[in-house]
């Protein structure tokens, strides 16, 4: 089950930076209005001097346009994060590869990316459920081959779901170096999330689209 960024959260976002640049606008004019009481009931014995009041007007008309400014950059990075999603809308359907768990549905076979270290002299992939407990463990090449997971243990299908796959490089019986494998899984949605561009993969994982190394038609 995924769960869906609503049109909600764009609404809030328009409707926090429009209060934050309406809440500027107010403070602008509550500070104006206090430098023209300060001015209209100085002492006239002590006059506040012009090059101060000059300097606190410039100041805040800074910190104001540095708001305006930071405002106006939110709502550019937001647009090109629409764009992107609508850039990326065609990877849905598509397989792409990252390291994330991966959804077995008990037949189809998972590919596995292993990429040990040139050092070690035993692979071993080490496959956990959704609940992180260790499901098997398959001896692998020192290489970076694809390799295929068939999903099966002793002729009997692992239950459908979500399965980590950890490459854990060996040299001389000590674990070297242990990564969590690239797979590639289905592409089921783009979603937005900040200005983020998210991908909802087959069985709910979520991944940032820019952290996919890989993409493939799954029809070839």
């Known amino acids: 089950m995924t769960t869906a960024v609503s049109s909600a959260t764009s609404a809030a976002a328009t409707t926090s930076s429009a209060s934050t640049s309406a809440a500027g606008t107010s403070d602008y004019e509550t500070f104006l209005k206090m430098l023209t009481a300060q001015a209209k009931y100085q002492d006239p014995l002590e006059p506040m001097d012009s090059s101060e009041y000059a300097g606190q007007l410039a100041q805040f008309s800074m910190v104001e346009q540095q708001t ?12 090109m994060g629409l764009a992107n999603m609508a850039a990326m809308s065609g990877w849905v359907g598509m397989e792409a590869r990252a390291s994330a768990p991966a959804y077995f549905d008990g037949s189809t076979p998972i590919t596995v990316a ?13 496959v956990s459920d959704s609940d992180g407990n260790e499901v098997q463990r398959v001896t692998l090449p020192v290489s ?3 390799y295929e997971w068939d999903g099966m243990e002793d002729g009997t299908a692992f239950a459908n779901g979500n399965y980590t796959f950890v490459v854990e490089s060996i040299n001389n019986g000590e674990v ?5 494998a690239e797979t590639y899984s289905n592409v089921a949605e783009t ?8 991908l ?11 952290s996919v190394t890989a993409l493939r038609d799954p029809a070839t």
């Not at 292993?114 to 080490?126: H, I, K, M, R, Y």
């Not at 070297?176 to 969590?180: R, T, Y």
């Not at 979603?191 to 561009?197: A, R």
């Open 144 to 146: 970076a081959d694809a």
């Open 191 to 198: 979603q937005m999330q900040g200005t983020d561009v998210v």
């Open 114 to 126: 292993p990429n040990p270290a040139a050092a070690s002299d035993t692979v071993e992939l080490v």
């Open 176 to 180: 070297i170096m242990s990564d969590i």
């Open 200 to 210: 909802i993969l087959e069985g709910g994982s979520a991944i940032l689209a820019s």
């Open 68 to 79: 305006e400014s930071n405002d106006l950059l939110a709502s550019m990075a937001q647009q």
